[in-house]
């Protein structure tokens, strides 16, 4: 796809499930867990891309798949047109300086035994990159953590959740990466906080024209980020558009869900209760035949349960996999 910084095709990450003693005598079955199966889509380039969805849809494993952090089942990604799965050693590590990811919990991302300062150049010994005096006080600078003297020598734990995150950010930074993936970077913040994080994200976007992989459960956050957005549900992409068309109105059951879960102040937006007959979504290692949401769905049909549906264009570059639109 032209402009497209990073590319999945049909991307599968399967996990085998360790059996107990008494299992793995009375049964031969293998049991897998279906965390990301066969998906497909592409960032361009200075895009912020949404993926969103459930604790247990996939997103995680798919940004780590996206990184090359772990090996998929199937499926390939492409980084700037070249199959990071094929990659020899070396070649794969020179690209790690273009590719970065910002964690989810500032806490435990963050080596408790290393000051700020040894922590954001790490980086830079590993790759062999000079000046690395300069380049962290750029960084940490650009991501507000001044003055330098009051952060340099102090350990994680002296400091608060939100100067943790910016430390977290700094690391991701100081290697100038072309494309970085940030897993619920803001969930484990306070609300004040997460705004600051959210807006000095945006900022780094537009000034270094970065292009990022943003994964998170909540849509607001997300749409307040993004581009485009990608739904997931138990390791699919069920519906995938731009932010502003997700939400006038949304198109899968899914998606609705995910909206009218949301709480809001409005007064005037009527809320549907109860949208997901179930409280939990299903397992992955034994996920629903057809669509994997007809257990849940409230306009689920006969032929839901039997047949997958496929991720269709609708039209302007809306995608959706229901069967109410094929």
């Given amino acids: 796809m032209s402009g497209a910084l990073v590319e999945v095709r049909r991307l599968k990450k399967y996990f085998d499930v360790e059996k107990g003693f008494l299992e793995s005598l009375f049964s031969k079955h293998k049991k897998v867990v279906h965390a990301v199966d066969g998906i497909s889509f592409s960032i361009q380039t200075g895009e912020a891309f949404g993926l969103v969805g459930e604790s247990g849809s996939g997103k995680t494993t798919t940004g780590l798949l996206v990184l090359g952090l772990i090996k998929p089942t199937d499926g390939k990604v492409f980084f700037e047109g070249r199959d990071i799965f094929a990659l020899k050693k070396k070649e794969l590590q020179r690209l790690r300086q273009k590719m970065q990811v910002i964690f989810q919990d500032p806490t435990a991302s963050l080596d408790p035994r290393m000051t700020i300062k040894d922590i954001i150049s790490e980086p830079l010994k590993v790759h062999k990159v000079p000046n690395i005096a300069d380049r962290v006080q750029e960084v940490m600078d650009r991501v507000g953590l001044t003055p330098l003297s009051t952060y340099l020598h102090r350990h994680p734990h002296e400091l608060s959740g939100g100067q943790r995150q910016r430390v977290g950010i700094a690391r991701a930074l100081v290697l100038n990466p072309k494309f970085i993936v940030a897993d619920e970077p803001v969930s484990m913040l306070d609300l004040s906080i997460q705004a600051e994080i959210l807006n000095l994200l945006d900022d780094l976007k537009r000034e270094l024209g970065l292009t990022y992989l943003f994964i998170a459960h909540d849509l607001a956050t997300v749409k307040y980020l993004c581009d485009r957005i990608a739904v997931m549900y138990l390791g ?10 997700l939400l006038r109105p949304p198109k899968h059951p899914y998606t609705e ?12 937006l009527k809320i549907k209760k109860g949208i997901i007959p179930g409280t939990e ?46």
């Fill in 236 to 245: 699919k992409i069920v519906e995938l558009c731009k932010c502003q068309d």
């Fill in 257 to 268: 869900a995910l909206i009218m879960a949301y709480p809001t102040i409005n007064p005037k």
């Fill in 281 to 326: 979504i299903p397992s992955s290692i034994d996920p629903p035949s057809g669509c994997r949401f007809h257990t849940r769905c409230p306009y689920a049909e006969p032929k839901c349960k039997k047949t997958e549906p496929e991720l269709i264009s609708i039209g302007k570059g809306h995608w959706i996999a229901c069967h109410r639109f094929s």
